[in-house]
């Protein structure tokens, strides 16, 4: 159990709050099997800095059950919290008493994992008499792209992962536009449900991936839900149930990869086809992608091309903050900060928080 008062224990008393120098932000993510600790530091006209990101993944523990479980996700976030802020400050090479705010993501997400960072973080915040900041999940991975400046330009964003695919409107930091949303599963759900039905390992994402590399995109046709629709929404549970039906048809004479390769290239399709219409009609000339399915190389490859013959600059945030972090919940706070934001000690997690 994360406490305030023992973490403190021989370190001294927390001094008040700081009044000048760089602000120095703490920043914890535990919105689902992620348990996250990020040190950030940064100043407005200058080039924000990473000092430390550590992450402890629980990837394995869930994988026997095909899914997370939320139960052994919060116990093993209140198992690993504390040990991961010490290595934080250990490689920032900075104590708790010198962090101007603490964060945490607050929503959206598991209720039982959010409550874990979200407290911790309050405790420390309230124990150093330091601000907190609440943060969107969803406005972390919005933001990851940009993490290293202090400016957010204007552009269209796309962000996919397990639990979300958001079309945004992004006029800069903290003033986004809803422009289109899925209406049923999430790309990374359908990813990690048709990678059960072919009998992947958990998360399928990843594996459909690599076995897609062997097979051919056309092999089996699927259907691009609401591609060519005027709306910019997406739906890829029909998607997902044509993977079912041509599993049943064929009876056991399937091809893994060739299933995985025409799946795969649907919805690569259908995420860029929507998101080259959103920058059309916005005028936008810049595209963000982010989120943990933008790792999925087929995927940054199709957007690289697209965006190339459009005429537009593609932003992608590096590698290892498209998959959960708190570098980008500590990077978003640290922009709120700068901005002279904070937010109440007695505010609640919203785990169905909307971004917008």
Not at 61 to 86: I, Q, T, Y
Not at 109 to 114: D, M, N, P, Q, V
Not at 176 to 187: F, H, I, N, S, W
Request: proline fraction near 5%; include cysteine.
């Amino acid at each position: 159990m994360f406490s305030a008062v023992g973490f403190f224990h021989g370190r001294g008393a927390a001094g008040p709050p700081r009044l000048c120098g760089v602000p120095l932000i703490l920043a914890i993510e535990s919105s689902c099997d992620e348990t996250a600790v990020a040190i950030v530091r940064g100043e407005p006209g200058c080039a924000a800095a990473v000092l430390a990101s550590v992450v402890a993944s629980q990837i394995e523990l869930h994988r026997e059950f095909g899914g997370v479980v939320p139960e052994l996700a919060s116990r093993n976030h209140s198992l690993h919290l504390r040990a991961l802020v010490e290595q934080a400050l250990r490689e920032a090479a900075v104590t708790v008493g010198a962090i101007d705010a603490f964060a945490a993501t607050t929503g959206p997400g598991l209720a039982s994992s959010l409550l874990i960072g979200s407290t911790a973080a309050k405790a420390l915040a309230c124990a150093t008499r330091r601000p907190f900041l609440g943060i969107n999940h969803l406005e972390g991975h919005l933001l990851s792209p940009f993490v290293g400046e202090t400016q957010v330009p204007p552009h269209v964003a796309l962000i996919v992962s397990g639990g979300h695919t958001l079309l945004l409107d992004v006029s800069g930091a903290g003033t986004y536009q809803k422009l289109g949303g899925t209406r049923d599963d999430a790309a990374g759900e359908a990813f990690d449900k048709v990678g059960k039905m072919l009998g992947l390992p958990y998360p399928g994402g990843p594996e459909i991936e690599r076995r897609a590399r062997d097979g051919n995109p056309t092999a089996y046709a699927l259907p691009r839900s609401m591609l060519h629709d005027a709306h910019l929404d997406f739906s890829f549970s029909g998607l997902k149930t044509a993977v079912l039906y041509t599993l049943q048809r064929e009876a056991g004479q399937v091809s893994v990869a060739d299933v995985a390769a025409s799946f795969q290239q649907a919805v690569i399709e259908i995420l860029v086809g929507k998101t080259l219409k959103a920058a059309q009609r916005s005028g936008r000339r810049k595209v963000a992608l982010s989120g943990g399915v933008s790792l999925n190389q087929a995927l940054r490859g199709a957007f690289a091309q697209a965006c190339a013959g459009a005429g537009l600059e593609l932003l992608l945030a590096a590698p290892w903050l498209c998959t959960d972090n708190a570098a980008m919940i500590g990077f978003a706070a640290l922009l709120r900060h700068i901005a002279g934001e904070s937010s109440p000690l007695d505010g609640d997690i919203h785990p169905h928080l909307p971004l917008v």
